[in-house]
Nanobody, 127 residues
């Protein structure tokens, strides 16, 4: 199975942009649907965005629609989250997750649907 490593987090001011990356090991990256989740201390892990194994289908939380864009490059075994117009409420530890699936156009919104997780990358947005 794949292993995941996130990068790209940091401290930015409100209105700025960041791009998170999630690098996966292994040779079957395209057989994994992927997702981004975020968590702040004392709260449950929250869905942000998801993408199918082919990259042709995507889904977003209402709170990030129009500001965040999820994408993947299967040739590079990497998934991305482009985050624009960041707000203080976007501050969280961001995790990427993977789920092996035979359905190349399916993506998944619930964290219990994913078995493989990265360690997380911190995003902090100051006002």
């Amino acid at each position: 199975q794949v292993q995941l490593v996130e990068s790209g987090g940091g401290l930015v001011q409100a209105g700025a942009s960041l791009r998170l990356s999630c690098a996966a090991s292994g040779r079957t990256f395209s057989s994994y649907a992927m997702g981004w989740f975020r968590q702040v201390p004392g709260k449950e892990r929250e869905f942000v965005a998801a993408i199918s194994g082919s990259g042709g289908s995507t889904g977003y939380a209402d709170s990030v629609k129009g500001r965040f864009t999820i994408s993947r490059d299967n040739a590079k075994n990497t998934m991305y989250l482009q985050m624009n117009s960041l707000q203080p409420e976007d501050t969280a530890l961001y995790y990427c997750a993977a789920r092996n699936t035979i359905y190349s156009e399916n993506y998944y919104l619930n964290n219990v649907q994913y078995r493989i997780w990265g360690q997380g990358t911190q995003v902090t947005v100051s006002s």
